[in-house]
């Protein structure tokens, strides 16, 4: 097995385990002894790159954080109008629910973390600023709060119904949210 200089994805690969572990088994399983192993590093690794289960934690956490907010990215860098970022941000919802159920887990348990302890409230609100920044190029400020809210929730709703809606509910919400209070003028 290489040693932590010869090997300098071995950092990579741990945050990689912890990930694909909460995915499968949540935060409460997580041991250095049980990372270690599926990482398939020495268990020494685990004290040498992070200083605990609380930065391995952390770490991972904000690593799957900024992959969420490529998505929203990828989502949102060609859009050049309004209509354009309604579009956008439904695809997004229907790309997101329709995705990988571990990023659903990921966050989820991410959230869990959140309501119980400051640190991880810290990393939410960036991962929610972000996202909010990302929506700011086409609605104000206040539209793009509630917009950042209904992504999470209609994202929610879908992946967890065994019908899930179809896109004219997710166009009609999105339309709802970014043109209310603006009156129709002929």
Known sequence: MATG????RRRERILAAVLDHIADEGVAGVSHRRIAARAGVP???MTYHF????ELLREAFTLFADHIVAVFEQHMA????????REAVI???HA????PRRDLVLTHELYTLAARRPEYRELTQA???RSRHLLERHFDPGTARQLDALIEGLTLHRALDPAPHDRALTSEAVRRVTTAGRTAHP
């Open 96 to 99: 997101i629910s329709d995705g």
């Open 43 to 45: 268990l020494g690794s």
């Open 91 to 93: 695809d997004l919802i």
């Open 78 to 85: 060609a859009v050049d109008s309004p209509d354009r970022a």
């Open 127 to 129: 991962w929610m600023r």
């Open 5 to 8: 200089h010869t090997d300098p």
């Open 51 to 54: 200083t605990g289960i609380d």
